[in-house]
T-cell receptor, first 113, second 111 residues
Framework: NAGVTQTPKFQVLKTGQSMTLQCAQDMNHEYMSWYRQDPGMGLRLIHYSVGAGITDQGEVPNGYNVSRSTTEDFPLRLLSAAPSQTSVYFC????????????FGSGTQLSVL | SQKIEQNSEALNIQEGKTATLTCNYTNYSPAYLQWYRQDPGRGPVFLLLIRENEKEKRKERLKVTFDTTLKQSLFHITASQPADSATYLCALTSGTYKYIFGTGTRLKVLA
């Protein structure tokens, strides 16, 4: 039982490049979400999904796209990377019950030069 | 705007003592409050959940209190050990699927 798996662990991009951060979970969780963590800012919600085909915006969605075609996967796309997107990104999942505990992946450290 | 405050300064305590961490919030009415532990280079790990109608929750050496009048939660680790050294995050949700996290408090337990 792998839990929440994120790839890659580290990534360096140049400004304007695009990339996709991958997130997969094997717990049959309906709820999946993406956070970014910056020093002094805490974890901030980017996008979330409560099931396949359903996505919604969080606190800081600009510059990021998501889609949810399967229960297991929830990729995060950066269409045109900017230095302000340098951060550590975490994917989290849980059951659809409100207030449920989140299971986090190990994170992706992204640097945009 | 909604705000969660955790003591940004590191908390150093002696092994065997009780560590108490604070989470204060404003402009928010959470239905659920959670505490997570985060080690360097790792994702947060869930520790405890407390609901708005609960005053206290315990799990082994951990205790959480929730005072909706004071808009505050306290997180206690009794008989602390060096292995408890980590950053502890509080998170709130009003029952929607949006969770708001504090910045975390770094705890160091000295042997």
């Amino acid at each position: 039982n792998a839990g929440v798996t994120q790839t890659p662990k580290f990534q360096v991009l140049k400004t304007g490049q695009s990339m996709t951060l991958q997130c997969a979970q094997d717990m049959n969780h309906e709820y999946m979400s993406w956070y970014r963590q910056d020093p002094g800012m805490g974890l901030r919600l980017i996008h979330y999904s409560v099931g396949a085909g359903i996505t919604d915006q969080g606190e800081v969605p600009n510059g990021y796209n998501v889609s949810r075609s399967t229960t297991e996967d929830f990729p995060l796309r950066l269409l045109s990377a900017a230095p302000s997107q340098t951060s550590v990104y975490f994917c989290a999942s849980s059951t659809r019950d409100r207030g449920e505990k989140l299971f986090f992946g190990s994170g992706t450290q992204l640097s945009v030069l | 705007s909604q705000k969660i405050e955790q003591n940004s300064e590191a908390l150093n305590i002696q092994e065997g003592k009780t560590a108490t961490l604070t989470c204060n919030y404003t402009n928010y009415s959470p239905a659920y409050l959670q505490w997570y532990r985060q080690d360097p280079g790792r994702g947060p790990v869930f520790l405890l959940l407390i609901r708005e109608n609960e005053k206290e929750k315990r799990k082994e050496r951990l205790k959480v209190t929730f005072d909706t009048t004071l808009k505050q939660s306290l997180f206690h680790i009794t008989a602390s050990q060096p292995a408890d050294s980590a950053t502890y995050l509080c998170a709130l949700t009003s029952g929607t699927y949006k969770y708001i996290f504090g910045t975390g408090t770094r705890l160091k337990v000295l042997a």
